[in-house]
């Protein structure tokens, strides 16, 4: 085990290790604001726009039964509400509370906080590399843009 531990990961392994970093995130910040690694993905993806149902699947990958349950439980909670959608009444858009604005930003700031530090260990054209590589991947498999960019010159996210 040690020795596969010291070898280079293939691209496949990274990927998963680093999936795994990242949730392993998610977990941790939501441990700290009492919520749940998926009503902290929630209220990072309304911090840009309120969204349909339908759209909102779409972007999380919940079914609808899963969707319905989490905006449910996150609606309990007070941080959610559904809205009808000004466009068309028939249907209904999910947009964050102002006390779910709140628990967005501070569930955001740290998670930010704890992914900045995941590449502290390479260089800053190493991060660089890193940023483009990812952003060229994302891109190439149509990722939504479910996380607000950060702007790396800005000293709370550099």
Avoid: W
């Avoid at 040690?2 to 280079?8: D, F, H, I, N």
């Avoid at 949730?23 to 309304?46: D, K, M, W």
């Amino acid at each position: 085990m040690a020795k596969s531990a010291t070898r280079r990961p293939s691209v496949v392994a990274g990927l998963v290790r680093s999936a795994f970093l990242v949730n392993a995130v998610y977990a941790e910040s939501g441990r700290i604001f009492g919520l749940t690694p998926q009503q902290g993905q929630l209220l990072c993806v309304l911090m840009a726009q309120p969204y349909g149902m339908t759209e909102l699947g779409a972007v999380l990958g919940l079914a609808k039964s899963s969707l319905t349950g989490l905006v449910d439980r996150t609606a309990q909670r007070g941080l959610v509400r559904r809205e009808p959608d000004p466009s068309d009444r028939r249907v209904i858009r999910v947009a964050l509370t102002a006390d779910g604005a709140v628990a967005a930003k501070d569930f955001y700031a740290e998670t930010c906080r704890r992914i900045k530090v995941l590449p502290a260990g390479l260089s800053t054209p190493e991060r660089g590399q890193l940023a483009l590589l990812l952003g060229r991947m994302t891109i190439d498999n149509k990722v939504p843009a479910v996380f607000l960019e950060l702007d790396e010159s800005h000293p709370d996210h550099g």
